[in-house]
């Protein structure tokens, strides 16, 4: 192999690590249940475990006016918890049926 050879797969390796590496860094971190604003809120990631009298069945971020991932998405951003994601199957006190 030559050098030349070897330095363009280097290269595209290179550049797929760092593709990837900026992906994940563009994905944000999911909302942990005990952040502090989590906690104030009451949210759980599996709306199915919460004990929280707010919550009525059906009730998920998945379909919250305030979620902002789209259908199908595992997680996706909520104005409450700005820079993290919730969980679509999550819920929260401040839950607001999406109309
Ligand atoms: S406000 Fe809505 S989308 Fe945000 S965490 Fe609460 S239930 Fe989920």
Redesign the pocket.
Known sequence: MTTRRVFMMQSVLGASALASGAAMAAAPAM?AETDANAKA?A?VAD?ATTKNAKHKPG????N?????GKAGDVA?A????AGKQ??SK???????KKA
């Open positions: 909302v809120l949210y709306a009730m998920a971020c998945a919250c006016a305030l979620y902002q996706g909520c104005p409450l918890f919730v969980a999550g819920w929260c006190s401040a839950y607001a």
